[in-house]
């Protein structure tokens, strides 16, 4: 099964990035390219017949396996980052982390009216950044057609917060 093989392999990282914080590292999967290609088939399963017209990666975790997704699917891979980084006209979306706040910024070309856009990130916690990305997506008038994970940690609930924007959510492993 491919939960099992992904909780072998993700390293837990003490502490990181702060005191208290048990941190799941997705690093070593990269060393495995069998695994890499399980996981990208396994997205690509659960896009099968949705009708996805692009792919939103997250920064950073979330080009990895989004990038690879959207080129397995012949779809444009669309690029949600930092404020700043992006060299074109943005729009972006500020959202509330649990010690401040953070920006996140698309291109205002990337997502055409009507698209379904799927939205990737290697992780789903308490889903502020996912939410984010959902925004800019309706701001420029695409469906959000589901998000897909590559780990979600169930006890922080993100996924409660996404259900207003789809309810067609995939994880492939939980904690």
């Not at 700043?84 to 500020?94: A, H």
């Not at 916690?125 to 589901?146: F, R, W, Y």
């Amino acid at each position: 099964m491919l939960a099992q093989k992904l909780k072998a392999v993700i390293r837990d990282v003490h502490d990181f990035p702060k005191k208290g914080i048990l941190f799941k590292d997705i690093t070593p999967i990269l060393h495995n390219q069998e695994l890499c290609n399980e996981i990208i088939d396994a997205f690509a399963d659960y896009c099968a017949n949705k009708n996805i017209d692009a792919i939103v990666g997250i920064e950073s975790r979330g080009f990895l396996f989004g990038f690879a997704l959207a080129n397995k699917l012949n779809i444009p891979f669309v690029l949600v980052r930092k404020a700043g980084k992006l060299p074109y006209k943005t729009i972006s979306n500020e959202y509330d982390l649990e010690y401040g706040t953070a920006k996140v910024e698309m291109q205002v070309d990337e997502i055409k009216s009507g698209w379904n856009v799927l939205i990737h990130d290697d992780l789903l916690a308490t889903g502020g950044t996912a939410e984010a990305a959902a925004k800019l997506i309706q701001m420029q008038k695409g469906v959000v057609a589901g998000f897909a994970f590559l780990v979600e940690l169930d006890f922080l609930n993100g996924r409660e917060k996404l259900k207003q924007y789809s309810k067609d959510t995939i994880s492939l492993v939980n904690y």
